[in-house]
Nanobody, 119 residues
Framework: QVQLVESGGGLVQAGGSLRLSCAAS????????MGWFHQAPGKQRELVAT???????NYTDSVKGRFTISRDYAKNTVYLQMNSLKPDDTAVYYC?????????????WGQGTQVAVSS
């Protein structure tokens, strides 16, 4: 079992910045990739950004140039630096991890952290 604990959400004015963190903990696992998804009210959960174990990153078009995903491999932690925030970024942000446990692959989710951007 792997636990993902998120932090860093909050309320910010448009143009402001927030930094989300997500720490993975558990026993005998290795991480294939970690990422962030968001879900606005009434909408489906959507990918924001991902980063692989090799450091390759992927961003949805709407956040390119504004958000940066990074990892601290020693701490099994992923970060999302969000700059130039817009009201449309308002959503619950979920951390995601694709994890190898032995020969099996599992997907884990954090509990979600609210990001609210006021105009």
């Amino acid at each position: 079992q792997v636990q993902l604990v998120e932090s860093g959400g909050g309320l910010v004015q448009a143009g402001g910045s927030l930094r989300l963190s997500c720490a993975a903990s558990g026993r005998s696992f290795s991480i294939a990739s970690m990422g962030w998804f968001h879900q606005a009210p009434g909408k489906q959960r959507e990918l924001v950004a991902t980063i692989t174990s090799g450091g390759s990153t992927n961003y949805t078009d709407s956040v390119k140039g504004r958000f940066t995903i990074s990892r601290d491999y020693a701490k099994n932690t992923v970060y999302l630096q969000m700059n130039s925030l817009k009201p449309d970024d308002t959503a619950v942000y979920y951390c995601n991890a694709v994890v190898y446990v032995g020969n099996n692959v599992y997907i884990y989710w954090g509990q979600g952290t609210q990001v609210a951007v006021s105009s």
